[in-house]
């Protein structure tokens, strides 16, 4: 199933074609929207993350990061110049991370304000390799979204990381079916989501491991009088 991330647009902007969608180059930003999309239960619940995105970008970088062309769209809004020179230093220091002669590296893992809210682990090194500028510049933007000022931050222990990892794969279980025959088995507690993509064959192609995110304050309504 695929949800829309922009509202109302029925036509091509600029030079894209109006015969196919164009690729984007950038994922699903924070696990509110991964969740609301990959749970396939609300076009309206992503729609109101992708504005929660689009206000917690805009507070963080203090300007303006919804497009007059498209108010709605998450693509120009994560296109926006103020948001790219934000991740300008982190995307520097984090790409050296990953060790260009390493041929064992399958996934990574997400801390930010001192807290691992997520992992990726793909079936083979090449898969990850190809994957890994679109993934950390997502959670690169997450982080930018999410900081939360004056918080000390102390480097997460990989203890701390492999606790995550063991944890995440329990809960509630189901499964349901993709294209091309493939499987997507999704466990889910009251911390932690888990999806696992499988072929028919039964060969994991992906893990994905989220945080659940923190309950948002219920709004008051006004009662009558």
Known sequence: ???????????????????????????LVGNDLKLAARRASSQRMVWSEVANTQKKLKDAVEAEVQDVRSTSSLQLTLENDKVKQSIVAAMKALEKSLDPKATDIVGYAVVINGKVVGADVYANADLFRRLWPKLLRMSVIEAVGDKKAGLKRTPVKAQAIRAFLAEAPKGKRSEKKLARDMVEVQLESAQHVYFETRTKEATVLHRSYLAQPEKKPMKEEASPR
């Open 1 to 27: 199933m695929s949800f829309c991330v922009e509202q109302g647009r029925w036509s091509p902007r600029g030079g894209e074609s109006g015969l196919a969608f164009s690729r984007s180059a950038y994922n």
